[in-house]
Every structure is written in C-alpha cells, then in structure tokens.
C-alpha cells in the first residue's frame, strides 16, 4: 500500500529570457538554451568558433550538452559535463575536415530555488554577472589575452577596451590550452532581487557595466531588461561587430511550493 505525504517548501521565483542575434555578420554562431531537471535549474550561453558550420555546430554541442546533464549543484558534476563536451568536440574535430577549428565558449548558471542557492562555471569570454541591489557582486574573468594583462598590472581596463588582441583567447573548448574550465568552489545564497546576466562578447564589448547596471534598475522583468539591451547594442552594431547573446534572470519573492511524495 502506498502512502502520500504532501510537504510546503519555500522556493524562489525565478523570470527569465534571452534573446541571439548576428549583430553585423551574417551569421550566428551563438547558441543559448535552459533547462529543468527536478530540483535544478541550468541556463546556458555559448559562443562558437570556427566560422559559420563549425562555430555554430560547436555552441550547440555545448548548449545541448549543457541541458542534458544539468542535473545538480555539485561542482565535480559540472567539471565532468564540460571534459565531456571538450571530448566530443575534439571527437568531431578529428571526423570531420569542415570542423577541424571548431570551438565554443560556456557560461552556465545553474539554480536550486528550493534550497535557494546558485553555482556556475565558464569557460572563454562569455561571462556571467551577479547583482545584488542592482550592483554587480561579482563577473566571470575572461580566459583571454587582454584579462591576462590588465590582472598582470599591464594594462588598464579603458586600454583593454581598445586592445588589438582583446578577441584572442588564452582557452575554450576545442582550442589547445594550458588552462581549463572555472566552476566556483562551492554555491552562494541568492536574495530576494538579485539577478544574473549571462552573455558573449557581442555584449559586453559593447555596453559597459553600468549602462547594464542602469538597464536593469530601469526594468520590471528579465524580459524588459533583455530587451532593453539588446536595443543598445542594435543601436552600435555596425560593420562586422560580433554576434551576441543575452540572457536575464530575475529572483523574485519567495514562494510556497506544495510537494507530493508517495512511499
């Protein structure tokens, strides 16, 4: 015989959206994606390398990936889900000559709203930015050339800005490199209104950190700041600018979630 017991647990709100376009390209090798399995909550941008048939099938693989096996907030997990993706797309490197310089960047979030706490990792130059009162608390550091050098005291951030080397990166997937995908050491507590921000560089080359700050005070919704953005960055994309992705997520209040659980 089966018994049902029915439990109330607090969980957070959580409003979303994300938003790809090929700023001056003709094409799009960005990639985003979310996914759900019970108790967590994963979101997922990339940024492919390679061109247009690798780059874009590289930034899938991730994402795909990414969705797939998401299924917890513990940090050897998420380390073992991107030595899978590196494998697979060397795998593909090796099979096929179109994809022999394919690669992609990940920036991953990944949220237990029962619990109430949030764990990401990153890889490349797609970042993932935390905010706490509309301040940012905390940004993923590139794995790039121009990172490298303004962290070594060589160069400033307004010069890094302009850096003839500021698209060259020192690791992603695909790429031969001496460093290796970053995940924080253990989770942190989310608040009521913080609010992440996960994009490729097609963003942040473009819009500085406050005018991401002002965006989100000004907006109501994950949907409204997104779109908000995504207005900026159309207004100075011009020539051959890099394609972008923008993905929002709000913590709302809290809430009671009621479980059934059969024994």
Request: proline share 2%; net charge negative.
């Amino acid at each position: 015989m089966q018994n049902e017991t029915t439990t109330t647990e607090d969980w957070m709100g959580i409003s979303y959206f994300a938003v790809t376009g090929e700023g001056g390209r003709s094409y799009n090798e960005d990639c985003y994606g979310h996914a759900a399995h019970e108790s967590t909550l994963t979101f997922v941008v990339s940024d492919g390398i390679g061109g247009e048939a690798g780059g874009s099938a590289a930034s899938r693989l991730v994402v795909e990936i990414v969705r797939k096996e998401a299924h917890s907030l513990n940090r050897d997990e998420m380390l073992h889900c991107y030595k899978n993706i590196e494998q697979e797309i060397r795998c593909r490197q090796q099979q096929n000559p179109q994809y022999s310089k394919m690669g992609a960047t990940v920036a991953e979030l990944r949220i237990d709203p029962a619990r109430q706490i949030a764990l990401w990792g990153h890889f490349g130059d797609s970042r993932i930015y935390w905010f706490r009162n509309h301040e940012i608390l905390a940004v993923t550091r590139d794995h790039s050339v121009v990172r490298s050098l303004v962290d070594a005291g060589l160069i400033s951030e307004q010069e890094a800005s302009t850096h003839p080397k500021k698209n060259v990166l020192l690791g992603a997937f695909g790429m031969v490199a001496d460093i290796s995908p970053e995940v924080l050491e253990k989770p942190v507590y989310l608040a009521d209104g913080d609010a992440f921000l996960l994009c490729t560089d097609g963003l942040w080359n473009y819009i500085s950190d406050a005018e991401i700050q002002e965006t989100l005070a000004q907006s109501s919704s994950a949907e409204d700041w997104v779109k908000a953005l995504e207005v900026k960055v159309k207004q100075v994309v011009s020539g051959n600018k890099d394609n972008y992705t923008i993905a929002g997520v709000l913590i709302t209040s809290s809430y009671n979630r009621t479980v059934h659980m059969t024994k």
